[in-house]
């Protein structure tokens, strides 16, 4: 879906969980240029802007871009960096440009950021900021795999094979560039009635007087379940938005946007089981 709406995407697991494969993997099956910055406490915004070098020859800077110029950026364990590192991704993300030095460099339309956290009780993590959640698309949980699946990669592995190098495990290009263009302009024509319209407004206003959550999600919350709902009908074959397309993205596309109120943290309340009781108290339109 990120791919499909431009929309950037924060995947959130325990180390080990193959959140960095699946990145790469994207990035290949697309033909896609991918870079991989890796957070940690000393990284600086340069490192992933860039920056301006003095070239004595002659006699003026000359920049040089950072690993954000590209197509797909994984931003690994970025919860690892403080705050103002972080903040380096936010008009990049937005806007899909940087500025540096006082000039505007566009980014290109395929831009995508895929970023990767450890759940904040880790050590060493810093909580991202809720202006930057609020430009995620989406946020998925990558759960340790089942015993059914962990047993078939161990078989993999025996077998030889190795993430680092995915053209010997049989990922190919599958997606160009022009089929990509081609598949954002079917979801752009797909039909939205004023009833979901309506609906997703809805659903985004229970989560501004939920009793759980002191903020609820903003208009870019409702965006994306807009864009999400588009995206939803078309891989389903629908030239139309139903409500259930809607609905099925709520607790990904607005989990990360809400604050709960402390008294709802103390009692256990998540941030999923705040979208799930906000989405119920709101019908569903037929």
């Given at each position: 879906l990120g791919l499909l709406t431009g929309g950037h995407i924060l995947l959130e697991g325990v180390p080990g969980t193959a959140k960095t494969l699946m990145a790469r993997s994207l990035a290949a099956a697309t033909d896609a240029r991918f870079r991989r910055v890796q957070f940690t406490p000393d990284l600086l915004p340069s490192d992933i802007v860039g920056t301006s070098v003095y070239r004595a020859d002659r006699g003026s800077f000359e920049f040089r871009e950072g690993p954000i110029f590209t197509d797909t950026l994984l931003a690994d364990e970025i919860n690892r960096a403080p705050a103002k590192t972080q903040a380096a991704l936010l008009e990049a993300m937005e806007?899909?440009?940087?500025?540096?030095?006082?000039?505007?460099?566009?980014?290109?339309?395929?831009?995508?950021?895929?970023?990767?956290?450890?759940?904040?009780?880790?050590?060493?993590?810093?909580?991202?900021?809720?202006?930057?959640?609020?430009?995620?698309?989406?946020?998925?949980?990558?759960?340790?795999?089942?015993?059914?699946?962990?047993?078939?990669?161990?078989?993999?592995?025996?077998?030889?094979?190795?993430?680092?190098?995915?053209?010997?495990?049989?990922?190919?290009?599958?997606?160009?560039?022009?089929?990509?263009?081609?598949?954002?302009?079917?979801?752009?024509?797909?039909?939205?009635?004023?009833?979901?319209?309506?609906?997703?407004?809805?659903?985004?206003?229970?989560?501004?007087?939920?009793?759980?959550?002191?903020?609820?999600?903003?208009?870019?919350?409702?965006?994306?379940?807009?864009?999400?709902?588009?995206?939803?009908?078309?891989?389903?074959?629908?030239?139309?938005?139903?409500?259930?397309?809607?609905?099925?993205?709520c607790v990904p596309a607005l989990r990360h946007r809400l604050v709960r109120r402390p008294e709802a943290e103390l009692a256990g309340v998540t941030e999923v089981a705040a979208v799930e009781r906000a989405v119920a108290r709101v019908p569903v339109p037929r």
């Open positions: 806007e899909r440009q940087v500025t540096a030095d006082g000039t505007r460099m566009p980014l290109g339309d395929r831009f995508l950021v895929i970023a990767t956290q450890n759940p904040v009780e880790f050590e060493g993590t810093y909580p991202l900021p809720e202006a930057q959640l609020d430009r995620f698309f989406l946020k998925l949980e990558v759960p340790i795999p089942t015993a059914e699946a962990e047993a078939e990669l161990l078989r993999r592995v025996d077998r030889g094979f190795s993430p680092l190098d995915l053209v010997a495990a049989g990922l190919r290009s599958v997606v160009s560039a022009e089929l990509l263009h081609l598949a954002r302009a079917d979801i752009a024509a797909v039909r939205v009635t004023d009833g979901i319209i309506s609906y997703i407004t809805q659903l985004c206003g229970a989560t501004r007087t939920s009793p759980d959550l002191l903020l609820g999600c903003s208009p870019r919350g409702a965006i994306a379940l807009l864009a999400g709902g588009k995206a939803m009908a078309a891989i389903a074959g629908r030239d139309y938005v139903i409500p259930e397309d809607v609905k099925d993205l």
